[in-house]
């Protein structure tokens, strides 16, 4: 059987699986150029099937996430999620109005009308599947947070653990806690969207000029520099309060903007930031605690939002009761797809376990093809040569203190360049890490970057190595001090990294990562997504070219093809 799941929210997406295989899966954004585009994913629909050989007709159940109010609104009125995104993403320009959007937009998430809202979303998506040429298939809906909970226990591999979501809101939830085994998951905690954890950070990302849904990762980057806090005279960590399971905002999600936006008014923008994450890591880490202490599970899943931050994972991880933590590789809404694919696939055909060792499942290009798009547009712009041991001269490059754009195989799946489609430099050096922040990139000054490492060198260089080595930059880890000049370019400014840790030495990846060691001593790059500020990661061959045109980057790797910048 073959199971298409589609999101059509924020970061909408698709994915594509037959029996226990995931064939293809990727977000619109990759197609359309639009960073977490909002648009019902046609272009990633169609792009999947041609590009998996499977006919619409073969396609017997299609499953969906997210059936609340607001989203019905939203699939009425395309129009209405399309003005938010452009606000959201800063797109408009300012006007009064829109906080009363911001407003309008928080309540309509927390409404509950279902079953009305699920039957006019199921209407609105009927007639648009059947216009692409879907005819006889089964339409599934299912909750957002259970989506969220089945990719990760799914993809753990761990036949019994604890399972966590926390986000915004979806489905009028802002979180779960469940008990996942054999196949099996049972919710015995749901967590309200008016006690949000997700809406909280989201108002801080926004208060301090930040795009909410985007850039909370800078707010926890900024936050190392700051002046600490004590914990007790933080006023944020007040806002919200653990009991047992139980999770309880202070005040609802317009209120909570409001007391916060008084409270930012007194301090300058990084100790503001420090105080929205330590209230995360205090109360999170809370809630962890409790529910292992009352389940006695103590391996871990992870998804939603929220869960994208580093250092709250961290800490979880940290803690001396749990054994292991796996948070899923596209923790946030863009992962929906999978979710409500792998949920369909186990009610359908009681399919639970995957391989989700690599998550490459996006598409690739051959050399044919790539030879072709450079001698039709490149032949004034740059020199190229096939190179068969390209991970050798790639090395070469690398040591030389080069930055290298890198084009390899499978495009990554995820929000996240795990050496698929990743701009890749040496990880020691600080003035690198600034060029390829302002000049590069184009982006803010604090942000770090990433190391990928060979298993052998995390166990070296990292000091809290534990459990599953982390191989999808998911968790944060602190680097040794005695090594933290060999990584100062790829390490924050508190000696925290988020790694991917690269257990499979066979792949063109991992062996370049040997090539660089046997010339430096180290398997560790520096590995940031291969985009510039605001666009989406790279997809295609051409993307890769467009970027590498207007970066001030000489080296570009597209498969064995190395092209150099006359």
Not at 33 to 62: C, H, N, T, W
Not at 382 to 406: D, F
Not at 430 to 449: D, S
Request: charged content about 25%; glycine content about 6%.
């Amino acid at each position: 059987m073959v199971v298409l799941g589609i999101w059509d929210g924020h970061d909408s997406g698709i994915t594509l699986l037959k029996d226990n295989k995931i064939l293809f899966s990727i977000n619109e954004e990759r197609l359309s150029r639009r960073k977490l585009d909002v648009a019902f994913p046609e272009q990633s629909i169609e792009y999947a099937l041609r590009y998996a050989g499977v006919k619409k007709d073969d396609v017997e159940a299609i499953a969906v996430s997210t059936s609340e109010f607001a989203k019905a609104l939203w699939r009425m009125f395309p129009f209405l999620k399309e003005n938010y995104y452009l606000i959201r993403r800063k797109k408009k320009d300012y006007s009064s109005s829109i906080h009363l959007k911001r407003l309008a937009k928080y309540k309509l998430t927390e409404l509950q009308l279902d079953p009305l809202s699920k039957q006019i979303s199921a209407i609105i998506l009927k007639r648009k599947l059947r216009k692409l040429g879907f005819e006889d298939f089964k339409l599934l809906f299912y909750d957002h947070h259970l989506c969220h909970a089945i990719s990760a226990a799914f993809a753990s591999g761990f036949e019994k653990t604890l399972v966590i979501t926390i986000d915004g809101i979806g489905d009028t939830l802002s979180g779960t806690i469940s008990r996942f085994e054999n196949g099996k998951l049972e919710r015995i905690k749901a967590i309200s969207g008016r006690d949000s954890f997700g809406i909280f950070f989201e108002h801080v990302t926004n208060l301090m000029n930040m795009r909410e849904l985007e850039d909370e990762g800078k707010v926890m980057a900024l936050a190392n520099y700051a002046l600490k806090i004590d914990d007790e005279k933080n006023p944020l960590l007040d806002f919200f309060k653990i009991d047992g399971l139980n999770v309880r905002a202070k005040f609802n999600s317009w209120k909570t903007y409001k007391e916060l936006r008084k409270i930012f008014w007194k301090y300058p923008s990084e100790q503001f930031a420090y105080m929205a994450q330590r209230t995360l890591e205090v109360k999170i880490t809370e809630l962890v605690r409790n529910a292992v202490r009352e389940t006695g599970l103590k391996k871990i899943c992870l998804a939603g939002g929220t869960c994208s931050n580093i250092k709250v994972n961290m800490l979880i991880k940290n803690l001396p009761e749990v054994e292991d933590v796996y948070a899923f590789s596209h923790m946030g809404d863009g992962g929906l797809a999978m979710g409500s694919a792998l949920l369909a696939n186990y009610e359908l055909n009681g399919v639970y376990k995957y391989d989700f060792s690599n998550v490459y499942f996006g598409p690739q290009f051959s050399n044919d093809y790539i030879k072709s798009l450079l001698e039709k547009d490149w032949s004034t712009k740059a020199t190229w040569t096939y190179i068969e041991n390209i991970e050798k001269e790639t090395a070469r490059l690398l040591n030389e203190g080069n930055i290298v754009l890198w084009f390899q195989g499978r495009m990554e799946y995820g929000p996240r360049a795990l050496g698929s489609r990743s701009i890749l430099a040496p990880p020691h050096s600080e003035e690198i890490k600034t060029e390829l922040n302002l000049i590069q990139k184009k982006r803010v000054w604090y942000q770090p970057f990433c190391p990928s490492m060979l298993l052998d060198d995390a166990k070296d260089l990292l000091e809290d190595f534990k459990g599953t080595p982390n191989a999808f930059m998911t968790m944060g880890y602190m680097v040794k001090k005695d090594k933290q000049k060999l990584v100062r370019g790829v390490m924050n400014i508190d000696g925290s990294c988020r790694p991917q840790i690269i257990t499979e030495n066979g792949s063109r990846y991992a062996r370049l990562l040997t090539e660089y060691k046997k010339l430096s001593g180290v398997g560790v790059l520096l590995n940031t997504s291969f985009n510039l500020h605001g666009e989406p990661l790279i997809c295609s061959p051409e993307d890769a070219l467009s970027t590498f045109s207007r970066t001030s980057a000489k080296y570009l790797v597209l498969e064995n093809y190395l092209v150099i910048k006359k």
